[in-house]
């Protein structure tokens, strides 16, 4: 291939021609160019919050094949190039706590999807469901027959009780053992553990992770400290599970009470250990735990935007909310507030609020300790839209006292990191797959400017505006049947 210097402000007349030959849309599929350019961008680093203006980006097979402020560019007609003058280049954000195939059918992958893409989210990590619908649609994303953002793996989750097509059953360290096995053999990225699994079958998870290489995520057991679940190597903790019980100066007692109340199926009994929790925070003992933890790099998840959505099913109105239209129909149906108030007591619910608003402050004493943490959301949860509740979870995550360069880096540099693929994701640099988002505004003054999306690319695929706006109209259709 031929190359040609070229002085970028001679090329200003030929940018602007290329640019308006976008909106061709479909037909450009087929016809796919092979240089994708932006000129005069803006690009953030989730390093460190530094911003370089007028860079000019090249994007080749799929990756940042060159970044420069004058450079080379090749000559030919299959150059779409964008001038990206005002705007400002993020890496794809990253989801880290979804259920994109488990919480309900009429989620379809092609509803579900493309709402992470048209929203910046170019990866999430599945938190569990069924595995083989999910490989089957994984590597589907990755030939390109479906759209949708880079999918990483939990598989089944781990669970006391009985087994499903969603959940493998732990109930001895024999089972526990066996599990993890299979989740390795299926091929999925980690082990996820939940809630219920007993304290032998923990370990015992702990233990055949390490032999087989795979890491172990998710809750922490009721029957497990989160300071054991740190020291046995669990490498996520999702919503703050069990971190609050490990910061109260009664914790053992509680735990045996809790245990009880749980196996007797005793739910007064629960909601008063849950305020029992709360008053009894040593801040000592917290102190202790989360340097433990940032020194065990146990990564956080804490899906505020999920708490506080649970917390707030009195809101008069949720149903306002403009993001429902692409919430598939039946399942907006079991998003009434008046159904889902229902399933809490009056009681219940003001426990929740109160430790959504304590789980607030836990995220700012972790953060402060230096506890590594990651962007997830938990959707499609009741009220968190898929795609739409990363921007809500930074936002959060600002307020539990993230700057906007650490909230971003939640959802970028910090993924990328905790995968061990930051050759891969996380920044926009050179040799890096191009998965970006072009914002109209910028991201470090107001996170909530991830939300002013200009274009995306998905593995050097460029969406417009325009053709993201098409995406949700898309998605808005099939979510009415
Ligand atoms: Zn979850």
Redesign the pocket.
Known sequence: MKLSLVVWLCLSAFLWAATTGESRGESREKTRPDTLIFTNVSVVSTRNGGIEPNVTVVIKGGRIAGMAKVGFVDEGRNVHIINAHGKFMIPGLWDM?V?SAFVSPAWDERVIYPLYIANGVTGVRD??GDFAVLERRRSRIDSRELLGPHLILAGPFLAGGKSDAQTIAVNTPEEARRAVDTVKNQGADFVKILSNVPRDSYFAIAGEAEKQNISFVGHVPYSVSAREAAAAGQKSI?HLTGILLACSSQEEQLRSQELAALANHDGAAYLRLGSQVLSTYDPARARALFLQMAQSNTWQVPTLVWTQANSRIDDPNLQDDPRLKYVPASVRREWDPAKLRKKVSAEELAALKAEAARHLELVKAMHTAGVPFMAGT?GPDPYVFPGFSLPDELEWLVKSGFTPLQALQAATFNPALFLTKSDTYGVAEIGRVADLVLLDANPLQDIGNTRKIFAVVLGGKYYSREALDKMLEAVEKLAAQ
């Open positions: 706590h259920h938190m569990g999702e938990d």
